[in-house]
């Protein structure tokens, strides 16, 4: 277009720069992905563990996420008391913000996106919840497989690599935590992120 057309009528050209810009973005982000799953993949992610709180951590990305998106309501539980863990504190931030990007990009507008942090089981965890299309019980084993998009990201507008859950998954892993998921259509979704107990955390 800016070979052909572009340099004669300007609003091509602006149409077309954008288009390059916008394209360019998502290829960065895909490429950024890949690296973190190939760095992954051959050992060379390395975790910084330290002292980590829970309930601030899922405070922050609640606030943030309010700011940045003004189409959903977010809402908090379990503040009261303050969870601690131990941990990587950006990666385990990088795979909240998934999980709740996740949430917030198969829901309706004005619906409710509700973040938890508690302890179970002398575990701590937190978990996203939304009110929005639900998983189908067929698709939920291969959510996190890379590249793997539902029929209902496959037929929704918003764009997507398949690897944001993958990523997530990782950290989780990498971790020791586990990921459970919960989700029907009159439902929505639920996912939980149990990680180990004090204890156990020493030996990450």
């Known amino acids: 277009m800016l070979d052909r057309w ?3 009528d300007e609003q091509v050209l602006k149409e077309s720069i954008e288009a390059l810009k916008n394209e360019s973005e998502h290829m960065k982000n895909l490429v950024e992905k890949l690296l973190f ?4 993949d051959s050992g060379r992610n390395t975790l910084h563990i330290e002292d980590v709180n829970l309930t601030e951590m899922v405070s922050d990305v609640m606030e943030e996420s309010a700011m940045i998106d003004s189409k959903h309501i977010y809402k908090m539980e379990g503040a009261d008391s303050e969870i601690k863990t131990q941990g990587d504190s950006a990666m385990l931030k990088q795979a909240l913000r998934i999980f709740v990007q996740n949430a917030a990009k198969y829901s309706k507008d004005g619906d409710t996106i509700t973040l938890r942090a508690g302890m179970t089981g002398g575990a701590p965890f937190y978990s996203v919840q939304d009110e929005g299309v639900g998983i189908a019980s067929s698709e939920v084993v291969h959510v996190f497989e890379r590249f793997y998009r539902s029929d209902s990201a496959r ?3 918003e764009g997507g ?3 944001g859950l993958s990523i997530a998954k990782w950290i989780v892993d990498a971790h020791g935590g586990v990921i459970e998921i919960l989700s029907r259509p009159e439902f929505g979704s639920r996912i939980t992120v149990k990680l180990p107990a004090q204890n156990q955390q020493k030996h990450m």
Do not use: M, Q, V
């Open 161 to 163: 690599t398949g690897l």
């Open 37 to 40: 799953l190939a760095r992954g």
């Open 6 to 8: 572009g340099k004669d």
């Open 155 to 157: 037929n929704s507008l």
